[in-house]
């Protein structure tokens, strides 16, 4: 026995999440344990909309008491769930760091999500455990992504050069915010352990996990902040799940893909349904052409293709060169799981 992997819920399934059980000889992870209501645009009602966002958060619920490692790779609603007791104790937690790449919100849920913790398993209070601010160093993003920052856009690229810069002046009134808050430590309850896996590999048995650093949420400098992606390796297989790199937008994060050259991925998709708006064409092609990439370069059994994408009902149509090269090794989570995705109904 090898990878074995269950899609508890994706989009595609009717509520937004990314939730993956995945196990091998020696643990089971369950990743980005989170379900959020679909946006006012979905193609159903609101009592459809609820009715499967509770089916989302009882089946992440059922998959998490067989879990002993639970992964959130960021602090949306739809990748973690805050707070229930029941879906985290007796766990590992590999959350993503709290205190560095991350924006405001997701600072502000997080300082909730370990404010819970604290609380129901040690009760304390989080202004307890917190250490004084941390002063460190962060060099520039776009050195870790070199193939994007020398790309040709032809025509765009006076305009990309402008929104980098402004990128960059953003970052560094992040990095200001980051070295003044109050720094969340890693926590040991009794019942519940939590790190911050970035950039680190764990070892269980036979099993490894491995987490990359921090990558953008989306294309370079995006507002909605930073997560990362998981990659498990046992007995010669490995699978790779990206969290919302949204398709991926940028080269080099497919590249990354393409040198682990995954047996299995889960993929999230560019946002289809913000097209016109947040997801611009220069950014569809992207996002478009890196998957093929993927698809073409490595030896993939299967892509698991879904998150974002299954939001409108022509996905499909708008990502038609992902699902033709990719023939029967590119499904949906509800295909995967012999369904059909509910948008299309």
């Known amino acids: 026995m090898g990878i074995s992997f269950q899609p508890v819920w994706f989009d595609s399934l009717g509520a937004k999440s990314s939730c993956l059980l995945v196990k091998t000889p020696d643990l089971s992870v369950l990743i980005d344990p989170g379900a959020a209501v679909m946006q006012p645009s979905f193609p159903a009602s609101w009592a459809k909309k609820l009715y499967w966002f509770a089916k989302a958060r009882l089946a992440i619920k059922r998959a998490s008491k067989g879990a002993r490692v639970i992964v959130i790779s ?206 611009t064409e220069t950014t569809l092609r992207r996002a478009i052409e890196n998957a093929l990439r993927i698809l073409e370069e490595t030896g993939l059994r299967l892509m698991i293709y879904d998150h974002h994408l299954p939001r409108e009902p022509r996905f499909k149509e708008v990502t038609k060169r992902v699902w033709e090269v990719g023939g029967k090794k590119v499904v949906t989570a509800a295909e995967f799981l012999g369904k059909k995705p509910v948008v299309l109904d």
């Open 74 to 279: 960021h602090y949306h609603y739809d990748h973690y769930t805050d707070f229930d007791r029941g879906l985290y104790e007796g766990k590992l937690l590999l959350v993503k760091n709290p205190n560095e790449y991350i924006n405001d919100s997701q600072r502000g849920r997080a300082e909730g999500f370990f404010g819970n913790l604290c609380r129901e398993f040690g009760d304390i209070d989080l202004g307890s455990v917190m250490q004084p601010p941390k002063s460190r160093r962060y060099p520039n993003p776009l050195d870790e992504i070199p193939e994007v920052r020398e790309k040709d856009f032809g025509d765009y690229n006076r305009r990309r050069k402008e929104l980098l810069r402004k990128g960059l002046s953003w970052f560094r009134s992040r990095v200001k915010k980051w070295r003044s808050w109050g720094w969340i430590p890693e926590l040991k309850f009794e019942n519940v352990e939590v790190r911050f896996p970035e950039g680190k590999t764990f070892t269980f048995g036979k099993t490894r996990l491995r987490f990359t650093k921090p990558m953008f949420h989306g294309i370079e400098f995006s507002r909605v902040g930073w997560v990362f992606s998981t990659v498990i390796e046992h007995g010669g297989q490995k699978l790779i799940h990206s969290s919302d790199l949204n398709g991926p937008i940028i080269e080099d994060y497919a590249e990354w893909i393409i040198r682990e050259n995954p047996d299995l991925l889960v993929l999230d998709g560019p946002m289809t349904y913000m097209r016109g708006y947040l997801l």
